[in-house]
């Protein structure tokens, strides 16, 4: 199928987007809504979801985090004075959330007006931190989908709701897994009311000790992840991504659903154009820190793949889906598709070590006093052992060695201390630390 057909397929459509402020969403609105240097798709509007106290604050939102993004400064330059009144006529930011019902939407009737209107439901809101808040994870990655579900079971045109999940829903198991029907792993051994039940009961019982609201983050989190690990997933996302397709796949109806799964979103390959990305995402962690030569070592093994896919084609493979399942009620259809990498054009962990070797030796990093970082081939361990090992030997061991030198040369220990545990941080932070920083005058 040839992707400019694909776009036009939007013409005259209304849309709603979840999550609309997000990396993902971005390129989608973009590709959705706005000319692009390739196609025009003429978006009869688009209604963007934003967390806001009301709908002036989301439309605030939308300008201040989207619409002057770099991703739209090329359709800016394009379109010249004509831009400001594009985005006014196709693109409607919507105070909202996805965790409440009827998505929180307080205006009756706007709510009555997307409800008549909306013909195609894009939810790619998500929680996308792996070590999240149980009951916030369970809010939007389960219970949000299944609220926007609801939703668009009211909307009186709707003709296909399009969810963004994750490659990794599967939990740990190896190798091929194949869909079985509406299963995934241990679905039948899954009461997802139940985890919700536990998750209000478990903060319920954490507000009631009075203890701060840090101290009551953390157990959400440790219980999140506990939850996970017992039923078979390795983290809250994946967990409770997993269980709102299970809910979507449920109580769906007869309306059609496409999932799309996603391995790890890089920046774009080309459209709009090459590089653009927003933060710091999952592998770029360990590039940053390398190349400022903070990173030395790393567990893995060379062979494996780290599958990439960038965001624009991540965008394409929705845009193409959509104008495929569109309208498909008398199939009562589910389908699934993965978007990644590793099958067809791997990217081994070898060759990222590799191209990075070469990228910060050739663009080195600056540090703050505007000295190159030098860096060495990424040293890639295939144990976890064999990383502690490492870690071991080489910052411990010498450590401990410094000390034992330290100790045989009649050093004074006290005067020259190294030693982390005699930290009293009550008299450091209360007595020298704080006093420090007004001292400077950096407070």
């Known amino acids: 199928m040839e992707l400019d057909n694909a776009v036009k397929f939007f013409q005259g459509k209304t849309i709603l987007i979840t999550g ?25 509007k688009l209604y963007l979801l934003v967390r806001a106290s009301n709908n002036k604050s989301a439309t605030q939102r939308l300008y201040d985090e989207i619409v002057s993004t770099e991703l739209f400064k090329i359709l800016r330059n ?9 985005i006014s006529s196709r693109v409607k930011a919507v105070a909202g959330d996805i965790s409440f019902e009827n998505l929180g939407l307080d205006d009756s009737e706007l709510r009555e007006e997307m409800r008549k209107k909306i013909q195609i439901i894009v939810n790619v809101a998500a929680s996308t931190d792996f070590g999240e808040r149980y009951d916030d994870a ?3 990655n389960t219970f949000g989908a299944f609220n926007v579900l609801n939703f668009g079971k009211k909307c ?34 899954i009461n997802i009311f139940e985890e919700k039940r536990l998750a209000e009961e478990q903060l319920s019982q954490l507000q009631n000790q009075c203890i701060p609201d840090k101290a009551i983050t953390s157990s959400m989190k440790e219980f999140g992840l506990e939850r996970a690990k017992m039923n078979g997933w390795p983290n809250t996302y994946v967990f409770t991504k997993a269980m709102g397709e299970m809910l979507l796949g449920k109580f769906k109806g007869d309306l059609p659903l496409v999932i799309i799964r996603p391995t790890i979103i890089a920046s774009t390959y080309k459209q709009p154009f090459p590089g ?34 960038p965001v624009d084609m991540v965008v394409n493979a929705m845009v193409v889906a959509m104008e495929v399942h569109y309208a498909q009620h008398q199939y009562s259809c589910e389908t699934i598709y993965h978007v ?7 990217l081994k962990l070898s060759d990222l070590r590799n191209l990075g070797h070469y990228y910060f030796t050739k663009n080195p990093w600056m540090d703050t006093n505007g000295q190159k970082v030098e860096v060495g081939k990424l ?13 071991k030997i080489k910052y411990v061991l010498p450590l401990k060695g410094l000390q034992r030198v330290a100790e045989e040369r009649g050093i004074d220990l006290a005067e020259f201390n190294f030693d982390s545990r005699s930290i009293d941080w009550e008299d450091y932070i209360m007595n020298s630390h704080i006093p420090g920083l007004l001292n400077q005058g950096l407070l």
């Open 20 to 44: 609309a402020t997000g990396f993902l969403a971005k390129g989608t609105t973009l590709t959705f809504s706005l000319q692009s240097q390739r196609l025009q798709p003429n978006v009869n």
């Open 78 to 86: 394009n379109w010249g004075s004509k831009f400001d009144a594009l």
């Open 138 to 140: 369970l809010g939007i």
């Open 156 to 189: 009186d045109k709707l003709k296909l709701f399009l969810h963004i999940s994750t490659a990794y829903v599967c939990g740990e198991e190896t190798g091929i897994i194949l869909e079985k029907g509406e299963n995934l792993k241990r679905r039948n051994d």
């Open 276 to 309: 653009w990305i927003e933060g710091v995402r999952t592998m770029d962690v360990v590039l940053v820190n390398y190349g400022k030569g903070k990173l030395t070592c790393f567990p893995g093994n060379l062979n494996s793949a780290v599958d990439v896919i």
């Open 340 to 346: 990644g990498t590793s099958s067809k054009n791997p």
């Open 379 to 391: 040293r890639v361990v295939s144990t976890i052992n064999r990383f502690f090992l490492y870690m």
